[in-house]
């Protein structure tokens, strides 16, 4: 087939590898406030564009880079272009930011800023965000689009004029074909985002970057929002401690096994 | 804590400028009078620790936004806390290394990151160690020395070399040189080789706190799991981190703590280690900042008006480990020691911290070469240092700069006078 044009949907997070320290919940403000990590690009859409830069090499053609958020981090999405892609569009708002928007206006949006640069024949996303995990973006993008959508791939190749996706299932996967244009969700086995070299992320800054606004696209986010969160709550930690007594090693060895059935831990 | 939480700190800069000098008690002459790497070269008061304040109270204060240049000046700084000793002479109401930290964590939680130090850190969650080297050769470099694998054979002793003596070349023999020593005096030592990790303080100071953290709890766990009792590192960053940012952090490592100069001071002390020939050699002593002011105890965090904070928890630079490497130097025969001018708390730092040679290398290696001036104005034939990162920044600018200077570690001229070793080619062997 002829050269694909791929765009990648890629979420700005909070490091999601940082310490619990570093994830202080605002009860108030409904809001989880990073401390001390970066952001970075959720890794499942790491995995998105990893694939999406293996498609290019074997077939060739472009990957656009999309982000919808607020305070979007230039060095990050550099980073991220710098890896293989070609262009790089934002549409960085204080509207959108990742705390407001639920996956309905996500999709919403992306929708818009889709049909506004136009012409892609396969899109590809995490199969979920780091910081929500709820995994309805992608799906919801592929239904206001109307295109066939393949969730969790593990692997992606061309097939004709179409794809052949390999989807992950518990307990081994599933094979798809579709034709294109089409959505992929991409999970983890697909492989880890390639690391770029210092010099492709100083290169990166001559790439194209282009600015969307949501007055351009004609969406407004809080309108298509579904979702109300009502309270935020820290997870509570409970700690038990309990010592088992015995008068040897090997007594206090039985007995423990003996509380580990009761508690149904063994 | 974050940038808002110094505010009193960063209010009560009275921009007198101090932070750029070596204390004034303490000027021995204007040519080394100056204390501050980043404000000396680009002399601009934006780079000072003052100047750095006031940006931070002006974003704080939501009259200014962090942008691409306000980053910049804030990551040209080495962090080696000369700024914080000069203020804090004449002053006890402000901790201005703490406000550089945080307005590094500020950089990184608002996306505005460095690109070399992304990768830096990206490194390190890749193979636990801060250049991207592969993590199970990490203890190539003590291949066939006599010391015990300290993930089974329970040492007493583990001996943490650090990322940058583990995979630095050059500097092998150097360590190589020091495990050499600590077996010579009898100490049952151990290496963790492969299993050894990045203690996660050079994370720390790019603003990565929270994966700073991360590598704290994961070292806290592999050194109980050697059951060693004692910790001795040959790094200066690694004791700064363990020392000062692990208790910072609420982090035990539960461990009798060493950095190598402090132990062998310790095993010469207790008739250990006998340092008996002579090494003729007219030798000055750089103090690395990590083993001087910046590794001062952790003395717990004063919440309220810090003019009422007691004297025992400010710090003040004048703990840091000064003494012992100078002692070891003096018991060595042969050795003078001449000092420069730049000592101890108010010590020019050599240029490599605070990811100044990651992103910066130029700058880095005109600061180290400042150093080397001050160290040839002494008349010393070689510079002396105790931390690999000093070693390796001062061993290129000497080879940049075409300096008649000789660098060693301090380990390597005790080795030498153990009758370990012998010195060729500018190093122990």
Redesign the interface.
């Known amino acids: 087939m002829s050269e694909l044009n791929m765009l990648v949907c890629v979420k700005q997070v909070p490091d999601p590898e940082g310490p619990p320290s570093a994830f202080e919940v605002d009860r108030e403000a409904r809001r989880v406030i990073p401390k001390g990590i970066p952001p970075v690009l959720s890794p499942f859409d790491e995995n998105a564009l990893e694939a999406a830069i293996r498609l290019k090499e074997e077939h060739g053609g472009s990957v656009t880079l999309l982000s919808v958020g607020s305070g979007l981090s230039r060095a990050v999405m550099l980073k991220a272009l710098a890896s293989g892609a070609d262009r790089l569009v934002l549409l960085d708002d204080p509207a959108c930011d990742r705390e407001k928007l639920d996956a309905q206006a996500t999709a919403a949006v992306l929708a818009a800023a889709v049909r506004s640069l136009g012409g892609f024949d396969l899109i590809l996303t995490g199969r979920q965000a780091a910081d929500t995990n709820a995994g309805q973006v992608g799906l919801g993008l592929a239904e206001m689009l109307g295109i066939p959508a393949v969730p969790f791939a593990r692997k992606v190749e061309v097939k004709g004029a179409g794809i052949r996706v390999e989807s992950v299932l518990p307990d081994g996967y599933a094979v798809y074909e579709a034709e294109l244009p089409a959505l992929v969700t991409v999970s983890h086995e697909v492989g880890d985002l390639r690391y770029p070299s210092l010099m492709a992320i100083k290169q990166a800054k001559s790439l194209p970057v282009e600015e969307l606004t949501l007055t351009g696209l004609g969406v407004d986010p809080a309108s298509e929002t579904r979702l109300e969160l009502v309270s935020l709550v820290p997870p509570s930690r409970e700690r038990r401690c309990r010592l088992v007594e015995a008068d040897s090693p090997e007594e206090a060895g039985a007995r423990l096994a003996e509380l580990l059935r009761e508690e149904k831990i063994l | 804590m974050?940038l808002q939480d110094y505010l009193r700190d960063m209010e009560g800069c009275s921009r007198c400028s101090s932070c750029k000098w070596v204390p004034f008690n303490q000027v021995k002459s204007w040519r080394f009078a100056k204390n501050c790497p980043s404000v000396t070269r680009h002399n601009l008061h934006a780079f000072s620790g003052s100047g750095k304040m006031i940006m931070g109270l002006s974003m704080v204060s939501g009259r200014s936004e962090l942008n691409d240049t306000v980053t910049e000046i804030i990551y040209r700084c080495q962090l080696c806390g000369a700024c914080d000793t000069a203020c804090k002479v004449y002053r006890d109401d402000i901790d201005l290394m703490d406000v550089l930290l945080a307005l590094r964590?500020h950089c990184?939680?608002?996306?505005?990151?460095?690109?070399?130090h992304?990768?830096t850190?990206?490194a390190l969650?890749?193979e636990d160690n801060v250049f991207g080297e592969p993590k199970a050769r990490r203890g190539d470099w003590a291949e066939g020395l006599d010391v015990k694998d300290a993930v089974g054979e329970k040492p007493q002793v583990l001996f943490h070399a650090g990322c940058r003596y583990s995979y630095d070349p050059d500097l092998r023999e150097t360590v190589r040189g020091a495990v050499r020593l600590l077996r010579s005096a009898g100490v049952d030592l151990g290496i963790a080789g492969a299993d050894e990790a990045c203690c996660g303080g050079r994370a720390f100071e790019l603003?990565?706190?929270?994966?700073?953290?991360?590598f704290a709890?994961d070292m806290v766990s592999r050194v109980k799991a050697t059951g060693a009792s004692v910790l001795v590192t040959a790094c200066s960053d690694c004791y700064a981190a363990f020392n000062y940012l692990y208790p910072r952090m609420g982090k035990e490592l539960g461990v009798e703590l060493y950095h190598i100069t402090q132990y062998l001071e310790k095993l010469a002390g207790e008739g250990r280690l006998r340092l008996r020939q002579r090494v003729p050699k007219l030798v000055t002593w750089h103090d690395p900042c990590h083993l001087g002011r910046k590794s001062e105890p952790f003395t717990g965090e004063w919440k309220g008006d810090k003019l009422l904070r007691p004297v025992t928890m400010k710090r003040t630079g004048k703990k840091g480990v000064y003494d012992a490497p100078r002692n070891v130097l003096k018991s060595i025969p042969g050795i003078e020691l001449v000092e420069m001018e730049r000592i101890k708390g108010y010590a020019w730092c050599c240029g490599a911290g605070g990811g100044v040679l990651e992103a910066f290398p130029e700058f880095a290696a005109w600061t180290a070469a400042e150093r080397i001036e001050e160290a040839l104005a002494t008349g010393a034939e070689a510079l002396v240092t105790s931390c690999p990162w000093c070693l390796r920044i001062f061993r290129d600018a000497v080879e940049e700069t075409g300096a008649l200077l000789e660098v060693y570690d301090l380990t390597e001229l005790a080795l030498v006078s153990a009758g370990e070793g012998v010195l060729a080619g500018g190093a122990a062997r």
């Open positions: 974050a964590a990184v939680e608002q996306g505005q990151l460095i690109p070399e992304m990768l850190i990206d969650k890749r603003g990565y706190q929270g994966e700073s953290e991360n709890d």
